[in-house]
C-alpha cells in the first residue's frame, strides 16, 4: 500500500494515509472540533481509518486517554504509526475490530459502561441513491449498509457510561434517521448544521447526545464553510486550520 505523509490541523498533526481510497478530509477535524473532553477521561473513536479525529482530540486535550477503534488492520496499523509519530502513544490505541461486534470490543479492552465519550463519522453513503467507489477500502469507509447507524449507535450507548455523550457526523439529509437511532438510549440532542456556504443548504450534521439523558432536542447556530467570494470562512478556519472548538462540544 503507497501512503502519504499529510499535515492537518495546520500543521498540528502528520498522518500517513494511504494514496489511494479514503483520504482524510474535513469531516474528521469538524468531528474533533465537536467531541468535548476532560483530562482523565476516557474516549473511544469508532470506525477511526488512520485516526485523524481521535488524534486531533487527543492533541487538543491534555491527558485524554483515547481508543481508535478500525476494522481494516492496515488501516489499524497507520492510526497506530501515526499515535506514534505525533508523540500521543502513551495516551491513544489502535485496536483492530469490528465496531458491531460488543465481546470482540470488550476482549480487546473496552468493556460496556466505561468509556466517557464516543465519536463517530460512519459510512453514510447510501449505495441506492450514490455512486459506489470501486476502491474496496473507499467503499468500506463510505457506504452504510442497511442497519449500520442503529448498530454503531447501539454499540456506543453499551461502551458508555451514564450521561456519557456520544457526537457524530451524518449528511444533513439523514438527520431524521439519526435521531431515530439515538431514541431512546440517548437525550440530550444537540445539532450543528454544517452549510458550504451562507444561505445554502446543510451538507453535514453534527449531533452530540447524552446517554440516559431526557429527552430534548437543540439546534446550535450553523458552521458556515465558504464566504460569498469562496473563500474559507474564519470560522471555519479557526476550526480546520487552527485547532479551535465547536459550540457543540460543550455540551457535557
Request: hydrophobic fraction near 50%.
Amino acid at each position: 500500500m503507497q501512503t502519504s505523509d499529510d499535515a492537518v490541523l495546520g500543521g498540528r498533526l502528520t498522518l500517513r494515509q494511504p494514496l489511494k481510497g479514503h483520504r482524510v478530509g474535513h469531516d474528521a477535524i469538524l468531528l474533533a472540533a465537536a467531541t468535548g473532553g476532560r483530562a482523565g477521561e476516557r474516549a473511544v473513536e469508532f470506525g477511526a481509518g488512520v485516526g485523524a479525529a481521535g488524534l486531533a482530540l487527543a492533541q487538543r486535550v491534555p491527558d485524554l486517554r483515547v481508543v481508535l477503534v478500525e476494522i481494516d488492520a492496515d488501516l489499524c496499523a497507520l492510526a497506530a504509526h501515526n499515535a506514534q509519530a505525533n508523540g500521543l502513544s502513551a495516551r491513544v490505541r489502535a485496536i483492530a475490530a469490528d465496531v458491531a461486534d460488543v465481546h470482540a470490543l470488550a476482549a480487546a479492552g473496552l468493556r460496556p459502561g466505561e468509556a466517557d465519550r464516543v465519536l463517530m463519522n460512519p459510512p453514510f453513503n447510501d449505495p441506492a441513491r450514490h455512486n459506489v467507489s470501486p476502491d474496496a477500502r473507499r467503499k468500506l469507509a463510505h457506504v452504510a449498509p442497511a442497519g449500520l447507524l442503529a448498530c454503531w449507535i447501539g454499540s456506543a450507548a453499551a461502551l458508555l457510561k451514564p450521561q456519557g455523550v456520544l457526537t457524530l457526523i451524518w449528511r444533513a439529509d439523514g438527520l431524521d434517521a439519526v435521531l431515530a437511532a439515538l431514541t431512546p438510549a440517548f437525550g440530550a440532542v444537540a445539532v450543528l448544521p454544517v452549510l458550504p456556504k451562507e444561505g445554502a443548504a446543510p451538507i453535514r450534521v453534527l449531533v452530540g447526545a447524552v446517554r440516559g439523558a431526557e429527552p430534548g432536542r437543540r439546534t446550535l447556530a450553523p458552521l458556515v464553510l465558504n464566504d460569498a467570494s469562496g473563500r474559507p470562512s474564519d470560522a471555519a478556519e479557526a476550526i480546520l486550520r487552527r485547532g479551535g472548538v465547536l459550540p457543540l462540544a460543550a455540551i457535557a
